[in-house]
């Protein structure tokens, strides 16, 4: 699959995922704000790759700061930081990721400092994609030979770089040579599953048909779903976890018509500070995105319009929890804290 960013040692080089599948466009960003400015506008996004955007994004903010001392160095450098984390609220790898190059920072002297934090970058990126191929392993074995998999929102290399999470499953499991086909919802408002989802299946030659999001419980009751599979923005310590607006419709659906449903993500997207799912914060987007589509407005003027872009969904309705570290299943908070100190 095709990753969607590169560093080239002197700037970012980032897929412009906004003007995909029509054109493949690249993005040479060598701003720190443009990074910034990409992430906000979902030219980048997907909760994996975000993190590895902000971990060089900061290691080229600071190349532009001049101190004359680590503590003039740090101060300048907090305030990019605090740029990166007002980007994107809901998705906690950003935040992970923050922290690690705040510590690089912190650890390295003045003269290293720039090096140090370009570095860690670097070791983030290797990590993740370290971290889907595990994914995609340890899944494989949850997808049965012939199964119809529904999945939601983009939760491939687009969004997560090496394979992928929920489709890095898909794809390890077609490596392995079992016969998968994948129903993937179109996503509304922003459409990720049409755009997206299917221009990374075809490019894999995986066989993927695109329905509506209303159309998932159709599906399910005919007995076409075998299983679903998504990805993560963020997992609290109880295993409630936050994805894509629609997906909890989806988890409703799926224990309904008793279909398995599969969160597949890295431990950086486990936030064990947070207890339940009440308590992530939940990203509301601009009304245009729901009200327009490529600059024609579909609804009535002065009709207003609500656009959060995620949901929660319970650990009640996930059969399991595909992680780089092993599968939870039936997840709980102890559980999940289990497997989260085993990592660490």
């Known amino acids: 699959m095709i990753q969607p960013l590169e560093w080239t040692g002197y700037a970012l080089r980032v897929i412009d995922q906004t003007r995909l ?3 493949l466009v690249w993005l040479d960003l060598s701003d720190y704000r443009d990074v910034v400015e990409a992430i906000k506008t979902m030219r980048v996004r997907g909760a994996p790759v975000i993190g590895i955007a902000a971990g060089y994004g900061i290691a080229l903010g600071a ?3 001049r101190a004359k001392s680590k503590r003039d160095f740090m101060g300048k450098l907090e305030v990019i930081i605090r740029d990166f984390a007002a980007s994107r609220p ?3 790898d950003l935040f992970h990721v923050i922290d690690r190059m705040r510590g690089a920072a912190e650890k390295a002297d003045l003269r290293n400092i720039r090096r140090m934090l370009s570095v860690e970058a670097r070791k983030i990126h290797t990590e993740q994609v370290a971290a889907s191929e595990c994914i995609g392993r340890f ?3 949850l997808i049965p030979d012939g199964a119809t998999v529904l999945t939601h929102c983009n939760a491939g290399s687009l969004a997560a770089a090496g394979i992928g999470t929920a489709l890095g499953v898909i794809s390890e499991a077609v490596r392995q040579g079992k016969r998968v086909t994948v129903m993937a919802d179109e996503t509304r408002p922003l459409l990720q599953g049409a755009r997206l989802t299917a221009w990374e299946l075809k490019q894999a030659g995986i066989p993927v048909t695109i329905i509506t999001d209303s159309m998932a419980g159709h599906f399910m009751k005919q007995g076409v779903i075998d299983c679903v599979i998504v990805g993560a923005d963020r997992i609290t310590a109880s295993g ?3 994805n894509k607006i629609g997906t909890y419709t989806l988890a409703v659906l799926a224990k309904e018509n ?5 969160v597949a993500a890295p431990l950086s997207s486990v936030d064990v500070s947070v207890k339940s799912g009440g308590d992530i914060p939940i990203e509301e987007r601009s009304e245009r ?3 327009h589509l ?3 407005r579909l609804v009535p003027r002065g009709v207003p319009a609500r656009n959060p872009a995620f949901d929660v969904t319970p650990a009640g309705y996930v059969t399991a929890i595909i992680t780089e570290r092993g599968i939870v299943v039936g997840p709980s908070r102890r559980k999940i804290l289990k497997l989260f100190k085993e990592s660490n």
């Open 21 to 23: 599948p029509s054109r």
């Open 63 to 65: 190349r532009g700061i």
């Open 90 to 92: 809901t998705a906690v």
């Open 139 to 141: 899944g494989a074995g």
């Open 240 to 242: 409630d976890f936050a």
């Open 258 to 262: 008793r279909v398995p449903f599969y």
């Open 289 to 291: 995105e729901v009200t």
């Open 294 to 296: 490529r600059g024609k």
